[in-house]
Each structure stands twice: as structure tokens, then as C-alpha cells.
């Protein structure tokens, strides 16, 4: 079974410096890798998604994540935090039921702070 | 705004009342999702509807009962609730490939908050 780790609970930057959100996975197989975006009271919102292309993975609003898998990481970055990046962070991988039905297995998710 | 639309979005519900979440999807996608979000746990798969074939989570109390009339529309039946089932309820929808080949992104609805009074 595949599963992912969300290595911060909170994470919190100045407005201005860059951000880095950790995840590793782990996978018997090569797998399909998220991030989500959750802002207050919202529902989620696809960042960016890896399915087996280019390792670097470009986002919306400037972020992006690298695949490693020598490291069975897929940590999320932005050069320069912005106030509306505060919201809460999921790395979510893609595996299946038995029987070959899709999920999505969620990290426990990552709440970034921006700091004027 | 996402394609995916849920209502209501707030629910507040005694414990032996019978109530009934909707989720409509206007993206043509043949998989729809509910999910469970808990203060403090991360997100819970309750129920998948994958190319109109029902999946179900063997941990989701019988008090839960989903339905999906056709490929774009989700609901979730809810009856005798605890009050710990308060939490957002978060619909999602994808295009599903073949069986046995990984998923694409789903995309989420704005979520019911529900609260068991």
C-alpha cells in the first residue's frame, strides 16, 4: 500500500522569503503525486501533480515540486512567500483498492503562516 | 468556481434526524468521491463511485449510506449520527482511466460543514 508523510504540522515564513513544504512517499510502484492547496473554510484546490514526465513540476500562483525518487520525496517550493499563500498544504499520492478502483491517500497535511 | 458544487453548505442536525448531502459535477468526469475532514486527522475516503461501479470503505459506519443516480450527482444519506461525525464532508470528482491504472487529479467541491447537535 502506498502512503505519504507530511514532515511539518506548520511551517511559517516572512512575506518575501521562500517556502519549503516537505513530503516522502512510499510506493511499491512508480506512482502519481498532488498537492493541494486548502484555504479557510474552501475546498481543495490542485497546486500542481506528477504522473511520470519531467521530475520538476511547474504549479499555479509560483510554486512547484521536484521528484526525487532516490529519495522518495516531493517537497513543494515557492522563491518568494505572498500573504494569500497562508492556507493549509496536502501531498496526496495515487493508489488503488483491490479490484483496481483509484484513491487518493492524503498526508496529514501542512499549515503554512505568512508573516508581513 | 470548481466544477464540483455541494450542498448544503452548512448542516446542523440533531441525532435522530435524517438528512441528505448533494453533490453535483459539471465537469463530465466518470468517478465521484466523499471524503471525511476531521480537526486534527487527515482527510478519510468514505465512498467511491468509479466508472458507476460502487467502492466501498470497509471503516464507514452504516449510518452513512451514499447514492449516485448517474454520473453526476453524489449524495450521501445521513441518519442516527454520533456528534463526532461533525466534520466538512468534501465531494470530488475525477476521470478515472482504465481499471487497474492510476487515477488523475481530482477536483473538490467547497465541502458541507456538518454539525451533530
Known amino acids: 500500500a502506498q502512503s505519504v508523510t507530511q514532515l511539518d504540522s506548520h511551517v511559517s515564513v516572512s512575506e518575501g522569503t521562500p517556502v519549503l513544504l516537505r513530503c516522502n512517499y512510499s510506493?511499491?510502484?512508480?506512482?502519481?503525486l498532488f498537492w493541494y492547496v486548502q484555504h479557510p473554510n474552501k475546498g481543495l484546490q490542485l497546486l500542481l501533480k506528477?504522473?511520470?514526465?519531467?521530475?520538476l513540476v511547474k504549479g499555479i500562483n509560483g510554486f512547484e515540486a521536484e521528484f526525487k525518487k532516490s529519495e522518495t520525496s516531493f517537497h513543494l517550493t515557492k522563491p518568494s512567500a505572498h500573504m494569500s499563500d497562508a492556507a493549509e498544504y496536502f501531498c496526496v499520492v495515487s493508489d488503488m483498492f483491490s479490484g483496481g478502483y483509484n484513491k487518493l491517500i492524503f498526508g496529514a497535511g501542512t499549515r503554512l503562516a505568512v508573516h508581513p | 468556481e470548481t466544477g464540483v458544487t455541494q450542498t448544503p453548505r452548512h448542516l446542523v442536525m440533531g441525532m435522530t434526524n435524517k438528512k441528505s448531502l448533494k453533490c453535483e459535477q459539471h465537469?463530465?468526469?466518470?468517478?465521484m468521491y466523499w471524503y471525511k475532514q476531521s480537526a486534527k486527522k487527515p482527510l478519510e475516503l468514505m465512498f467511491v463511485?468509479?466508472?458507476?461501479?460502487?467502492?466501498e470503505n470497509n471503516s464507514v459506519p452504516s449510518r452513512f449510506s451514499p447514492e449516485c443516480p448517474n454520473s453526476s450527482h453524489l449524495f450521501l444519506h445521513l441518519h442516527t449520527l454520533q456528534p463526532e461525525d461533525s466534520a466538512l464532508y468534501l465531494c470530488?470528482?475525477?476521470?478515472?482511466?482504465?481499471?487497474?491504472?492510476?487515477?488523475?487529479?481530482?477536483?473538490f467541491g467547497q465541502g458541507t460543514r456538518l454539525t451533530v447537535v
Open positions: 506528477y504522473t511520470s514526465a519531467a521530475t
Open positions: 465537469l463530465g468526469h466518470n468517478a
Open positions: 470530488a470528482s475525477s476521470q478515472d482511466l482504465n481499471r487497474g491504472s492510476l487515477g488523475t487529479e481530482a477536483f
Open positions: 510506493s511499491s510502484y512508480s506512482p502519481s
Open positions: 463511485y468509479s466508472l458507476e461501479e460502487r467502492v
